[in-house]
């Protein structure tokens, strides 16, 4: 029996389902509308209904300046309204270059209208802190992110690249719950798995949104990546008759902390194949074996 599950992953006790895959779009730097408007819709066509963005994306990857990626995903809003009742929207904000991160009360209230505005929208579903800001008091935090749940600006709160103990105590402080935790996982980077983060995910019933789940491209170039882990990728790949990024894709979907895949190609042809997950076939013996590759060690 695979261990690969492609059913919908339900944010919150009482919050929108998502896909497994979702879309993430740190690379949605084109000037192209209508570029732009195809990934957007071809992506919720194959089901990634979870369009996760951040006020920071545009300042990196071939970007013009904060924000850009927000204002982008905004245009594809205006032009094509219906897109916006199929997604489930998703951005991140706490990062502040070159400070480099602020999650005071003032900051926090002024990053989500500031999303809301580039968005062209009234409300955000899921809003997540970007980085933590390490000399921000959780119980503030909390008390701003309830609020602005009390206001109607964002529908649902999460974290991203939070170790356990700070998402502990944001959680303890906070009325409305954590419902997503956005870490690097991969084939290459198995963190998540070692550090606690997707058993605190389990036991609380959050769900993870693995960030750069094809190793950045790594997997592809081969750069900084062990050969064993290739060797054993392109085993896999060859018995299931497909890829590196589809037997990578569905090594994170074969967690049971249930993760969603953000996937962020700018190639709408391969945000269609990359439901071809569905039909890999891993078992314990080969996500182990992918473990041990990757971390170049036996198990005990």
Request: hydrophobic share 40%; proline share 7%.
């Amino acid at each position: 029996m695979t261990l690969v599950d492609m059913t919908p992953r339900r944010l919150g006790t009482d919050g929108p389902d998502v896909g497994a895959l979702g879309y993430g779009t740190w690379r949605l730097t084109a000037e192209d509308p209508a570029a732009n408007h195809r990934l957007i819709e071809t992506a919720l066509d194959v089901g990634m209904n979870l369009i996760d963005t951040a006020d920071v994306y545009g300042l990196d990857w071939g970007g013009t300046g904060f924000g850009q990626n927000e204002e982008r995903l905004g245009q594809v809003l205006a032009d094509a309204p219906g897109l916006r009742d199929r997604m489930v929207l998703a951005t991140k904000g706490g990062i502040m270059p070159p400070l480099p991160y602020d999650s005071s009360s003032e900051y926090l209230v002024a990053a989500v209208d500031a999303s809301l505005s580039r968005l062209g929208v009234d409300h955000i579903d899921l809003w997540q802190i970007h980085r933590p800001d390490m000399f921000a008091h959780p119980a503030q935090i909390a008390d701003t992110l309830d609020g602005l749940i009390a206001a109607g600006k964002i529908g649902m709160v999460g974290i991203s690249n939070f170790t356990v103990d700070q998402y502990d105590a944001l959680a303890h402080h906070l009325s409305a719950p954590v419902v997503s935790t956005q870490p690097e996982f991969s084939v290459v980077q198995l963190q998540p798995m070692r550090d606690g983060t997707f058993d605190r995910s389990m036991r609380d019933g959050v769900v993870p949104l693995a960030w750069s789940p094809l190793a950045g491209g790594r997997l592809f170039s081969g750069e900084g990546v062990r050969p064993q882990l290739l060797e054993v990728v392109d085993r896999l790949a060859e018995r299931e008759g497909t890829d590196r990024a589809t037997i990578a894709t569905a090594f994170v979907l074969a967690n049971p902390s249930r993760p969603v895949a953000l996937l962020g190609t700018q190639t709408p042809e391969r945000l269609t194949a990359a439901i071809a997950a569905a039909d890999v076939h891993l078992d314990r013996n080969d996500c182990y074996d992918i473990v041990e590759a990757s971390e170049g060690v036996p198990l005990p």
